[in-house]
Every structure is written in C-alpha cells, then in structure tokens.
C-alpha cells in the first residue's frame, strides 16, 4: 500500500492548499510519485480537469471541473489534473443551496438538508 500524508486545518482560508501545494512540489523535486486528493471540496473556483474514458457527455469529451486547489496541486505534482482528484465539487449557488459536480459533470442543485440526503450516494463516486 502506498504511504499517503494528509492535511488537517480547522479554519478556511487559511492556507492549507498553497502548503499542500509546495509539499507535493517539494515530494516530486525528490522522485516522489504524488497525485492531490480532495474528496469533497466548497468553491465556486473552479478548473478544466480530464475525466479519464470519458469519451462523450454535456461536457467536452474528456474534460470536467475540479477545485482550483487541486488543479494547482495537480501542476505542482507535475501531473495532469484529473477530476478523480476531486471527485466531489460543491459550487455554492445561493445562502442554501449549491451545485453539485460529480466526478468532473453537474449531477444537478442541491438544498444543504437534501444534499445531507445525498452523502451517501457520493461515497461510491469518493471511493470507486
């Protein structure tokens, strides 16, 4: 099994991606594979990420969103973002609610209470 880090913060905005970032550059100065993983991010910054095998959809063929974070972290890797690095991207759309993107393609809008309705479903999209 691979030896994996992972980043704790109890705050936004606070830093954490950008310390990410630079570890994941620091890791790949020294030979070390890594990839970013987020599995469920908030932000309405988004980026172009490949969806591997996707070969048609709403999207273009092949391309879908992820958090801005990661694709930043996905460059400092040196690798090319992908949105299995951010399977789950909530992009707030009012005081209650948000768009819901799901492995890189809108799934649709969700209320805060629905969307807690939603999180189990989301798990097979995190972990497959």
């Given at each position: 099994?691979?030896?994996a880090i992972m980043l704790q913060g109890t705050g936004s905005d606070v830093g954490k991606t950008v310390l990410v970032a630079g570890l994941?550059?620091?890791?790949?100065?020294?030979?070390?594979?890594?990839?970013?993983?987020?599995?469920?991010?908030?932000?309405?910054?988004?980026?172009?990420?490949?969806?591997?095998?996707?070969?048609?959809?709403?999207?273009?063929?092949?391309?879908?969103?992820?958090?801005?974070?990661?694709?930043?972290?996905?460059?400092?890797?040196?690798?090319?973002?992908?949105?299995?690095?951010?399977?789950?991207?909530?992009?707030?759309?009012?005081?209650?609610?948000?768009?819901?993107?799901?492995?890189?393609?809108?799934?649709?809008?969700?209320?805060?209470?629905?969307?807690?309705?939603?999180?189990?479903?989301?798990?097979?999209?995190?972990?497959?």
């Amino acid at each position: 099994m691979a030896k994996a880090i992972m980043l704790q913060g109890t705050g936004s905005d606070v830093g954490k991606t950008v310390l990410v970032a630079g570890l994941c550059r620091a890791a790949k100065n020294r030979g070390l594979k890594v990839r970013p993983f987020k599995p469920q991010n908030m932000s309405n910054n988004a980026a172009v990420a490949d969806i591997p095998g996707d070969k048609a959809g709403e999207n273009r063929a092949g391309e879908g969103e992820i958090g801005r974070g990661q694709w930043l972290q996905a460059l400092a890797c040196g690798v090319r973002p992908t949105v299995h690095m951010n399977p789950v991207l909530l992009k707030p759309q009012s005081d209650i609610g948000s768009q819901v993107v799901v492995q890189g393609k809108v799934l649709g809008e969700a209320r805060a209470r629905d969307y807690q309705a939603m999180k189990a479903a989301l798990m097979d999209a995190v972990l497959g």
